[in-house]
């Protein structure tokens, strides 16, 4: 399956190649801009198309026949220059104001599109980021918006100019010589015919190149976030070599679109070419027989330039839109994607809770595909207990956690939260009740103050820095190059694995949880660092249900109590001398664990 065909079994439908209709309803609000910008459009063609009545008034009126000479008609002559000059301010004038206008409409409407795109993806389940890599997402949002820009921005006045130019002069033409009109008509159907087969083979093509586009820009955010891992496996070769194979893969499909739509062009300019040929021989021969003069030929010289001139600008246009078109397409797709959970009409925000939870008769698989992961699992937690959960890598212990903060939904089964269902309550309550401190946290760019921030915004530094002394973490953070106002580097890459887990630590005291979760928080650091730590988690514990899942199992030997899964279901449950003396798959858990700290 690829990128794609993942992407549309998320979204649960099909790419929608038809995207006219969802492009322009994009422009809805600032649908008064718009209209203003349309005037602004249809005054520049009248301009345009009001040029060559001054040429052929100078031409028939302006120089009179005198004897075997000429005399110029100056009041003429300068009343059609005076006509010209009006005609040229107005088109720069007005030139310069559409350009403007157009320019404000697209930061607004791009804005809008990043925001609406940018909410969405942060509603999204769990489940597509594990699914989709993080490259189309960013492409998704970025690139593929900027593309919209000369499809949704400038090609509707682009277009609007050159249907009303078309019109316009066709119209003139048709009443300058009916003759002439008729005679480059027929070259209108010749243009639609191919605009039609070149656009539907565009939108294909294009398609294929944004795709293109969007692999190479995965592979490169992929790349960034794990150099570490490329250049400890010595990967870089074989990295560069894979990047390389992408880039190829977009070089042929942008030369295979440019190729497919590079006929358009020369076709366009052909019948521009057959138009001027028929129109310039067919008009001279009315001149010398005296149907026109020679003012109305030249005046149909230019209204037939202007009348044929879009069919140059046609192919230029229409690449944009097929572009555009292509970005679109994903966007909508990934706006389409359905946001599997959400809060039920009738959400209720829990303040408080006191922390009994329960799992009752919970059956859990990532997708249909995929294996039973939790079998029927009945566990019930009451408020206060320290709850250790042990078992194998692999055997569904952190996909407890996952269900618990609703990051996933069992498919059978519920999980209760002071016998309230999670599902009945809001989201965002149930999380505030809920802290995890993982493994692997992430702190985000700034100080370490400006982390501790996020889960408490409106606290002053004092606040945060004695939530830091509460847990003992002062003693190491304060020896950091600027202490608090340490910058901590994306990701948390400034610091070392414990520092971080000290501060996600601090940063889970200060939202002051109802129930705590610890998923191997403590793995991964030295023995001097897991002491502090361990530390700070038996104060953070104080007054909260806690659930611990680590791989040092003696690190919850003092728990109250505790569980082993094995292949998602319950096998023991009890404290740590019982489940030893018990000999059962705890007591040869811990027996190998000290095996390998030994």
């Known amino acids: 399956m690829s990128d794609l065909d993942h992407e549309e079994d998320l979204a649960k439908t099909k790419l929608d190649r038809r995207m006219a209709n969802r492009m322009v309803s994009l422009l809805l609000p600032v649908l008064p801009r718009v209209i203003f910008v349309i005037l602004v459009e249809l005054i520049l063609v009248c301009s345009v198309i009001a040029r060559p009545w001054f040429l052929r008034e100078v031409i028939d009126h302006g120089l009179v026949p005198h004897g075997h000479g000429w005399t110029l008609d100056v009041p003429i002559v300068l009343y059609a220059m005076i006509g010209l000059t009006a005609v040229w301010i107005v088109r720069f004038g007005l030139g310069g104001l559409g350009q403007y206008l157009s320019g404000t409409i697209s930061l607004l409407v791009l804005k809008d599109l990043r925001l609406r795109v940018f909410s969405h993806v942060q509603a999204l389940s769990v489940r597509y980021f594990d699914r989709t890599k993080a490259g189309r997402i960013i492409a998704r949002a970025d690139r593929d918006v900027d593309s919209l820009e000369p499809a949704v921005i400038n090609g509707p006045p682009e277009f609007l100019g050159m249907l009303l130019r078309t019109v316009g002069a066709g119209w003139l033409l048709y009443i300058t010589s009916a003759h002439l009109f008729w005679l480059v008509f027929p070259l209108f159907p010749a243009l639609a015919l191919a605009m039609a087969i070149f656009q539907k083979a565009g939108s294909r093509v294009w398609s294929h190149v944004a795709e293109a586009k969007s692999r190479v820009t995965a592979h490169l955010c992929e790349t960034i976030s794990g150099v570490r891992v490329i250049q400890q496996q010595g990967h870089e070769a074989k990295n560069l070599e894979n990047y390389r194979h992408l880039l190829l893969q977009l070089d042929h499909t942008s030369i295979h679109g440019s190729w497919a739509w590079g006929w358009f062009g020369p076709y ?101 595909a995929s ?129 971080r887990q000290l501060v996600c630590l601090v940063r889970a005291y200060l939202a002051d949880p109802r129930v705590l979760v ?81």
């Open 518 to 598: 610890l998923d191997e928080a403590t793995s991964s650091v030295d023995v001097h660092t897991e002491q502090r730590l361990q530390k700070a988690l038996r104060h953070l514990c104080i007054g909260r249900t806690a659930i611990i899942i680590a791989h040092r199992l003696a690190t919850i030997r003092d728990a109250d109590r505790i569980v082993v899964i094995e292949h998602g279901r319950l096998i023991e449950d009890g404290t740590h001398a019982a489940l030893l003396a018990a000999h059962g798959k705890y007591s040869a858990l811990y027996q190998a664990n000290e095996n390998e700290q030994g």
């Open 371 to 499: 294996p039973v992961v939790i079998h029927d699992l009945q566990l019930l937690i009451p408020a206060g207990q320290v709850l250790a959960i042990v078992g194998s890598t692999g055997h569904g212990k952190s996909t407890l956690v996952q269900l618990l903060t609703r990051f996933y939904e069992p498919q059978t089964g519920k999980i209760t939260l002071d016998g309230h269902d999670i599902n009945s309550l809001t989201q965002e309550s149930l999380r505030r009740q809920v802290a995890v401190v993982l493994q692997d946290n992430i702190l985000f760019s700034g100080t370490i103050l400006d982390n501790l921030r996020l889960a408490k915004p409106q606290a002053e530094d004092g606040e945060l820095i004695s939530a830091i002394e509460a847990l003992g973490a002062d003693e190491v953070l304060t020896r950091l190059p600027a202490g608090y106002k340490t910058l901590v580097g994306a990701g948390g890459s400034n610091l070392s694995h414990g520092q």
């Open 268 to 368: 366009s300019s052909l019948l521009f070419i057959i138009g001027m040929s028929l129109l310039t021989v067919k008009g001279g021969i009315e001149l010398t027989s005296g149907q026109i003069t020679a003012g109305q030929l030249a005046q149909a010289l230019f209204y037939i330039t202007i009348f044929l001139g879009p069919l140059q600008e046609l192919g230029d246009l229409y690449e944009k839109l097929a572009t555009a078109a292509a970005a679109a397409q994903r966007i909508f797709l990934l706006l389409d994607t359905p946001i599997e959970i959400s809060d039920v009409q009738d959400a209720m925000t829990l303040k408080t809770a006191n922390g009994t939870i329960e799992f009752d008769h919970v059956t859990f698989s990532y997708d249909k």
